[in-house]
């Protein structure tokens, strides 16, 4: 089967190097190509997922928490989507609901592995992974604090430069 770049890239990360952030703005951006009003999207669901890990990884419990519950209730919904990207859908609730439960007792943040059942897919990232020097379901490293701080600590130079860019273009229009 024939997986979206994107969605690929997206289990790379979460599997490899655990830059949940990474999948975030991967997929957001594949998102909003293709269903942008779709707020309920399966694409939205697997989104939250990595924000509520970001979030339970940073020790944000009350973030990781309202996070997963989204996740999970978009998600329980779109078992024909889940299943179509090769995840096990009634694995992978089961999966989020434990989080929860975690998060809710505050149990420390343990890397997951996401319930891929397709053996292909799983192939199929275990060669991105080694490509990108990444390694298949390593855990996440807590002392690397790009990684566990990312939305503080990245450049967000070109960011602000095009919104910017964007406010000049209004106001000429104006």
Not at 73 to 93: A, F, P, Q, Y
Request: net charge neutral; charged share 30%.
């Amino acid at each position: 089967m024939n997986y979206p770049v994107p969605y690929i890239t997206y289990l790379l990360h979460f599997h490899g190097d655990r830059d949940y952030f990474e999948c975030h703005e991967v997929l957001e951006e594949y998102w909003k190509e293709v269903a942008p009003r779709e707020r309920e999207s399966h694409w939205v669901g697997l989104i939250q997922i990595a924000v509520a890990f970001y979030h339970y990884r940073r020790i944000n419990f009350k973030g990781a928490l309202t996070t997963m519950m989204k996740a999970v209730s978009n998600l329980k919904m779109k078992r024909d989507e889940i299943t179509n990207l090769g995840i096990d859908h009634i694995l992978l609730i089961s999966l989020l609901e434990k989080t929860i439960k975690d998060i809710e007792e505050h149990i420390p943040y343990q890397s997951v592995v996401l319930p891929i059942a397709d053996p292909a897919l799983i192939e199929q990232c275990k060669t991105g992974c080694k490509d990108r020097g990444f390694v298949w379901c390593a855990v996440s490293n807590m002392d690397d604090q790009m990684l566990i701080h990312r939305h503080s600590l990245r450049d967000r130079t070109d960011v602000i430069m095009e919104r910017k860019r964007q406010l000049t273009l209004k106001n000429k229009q104006n």
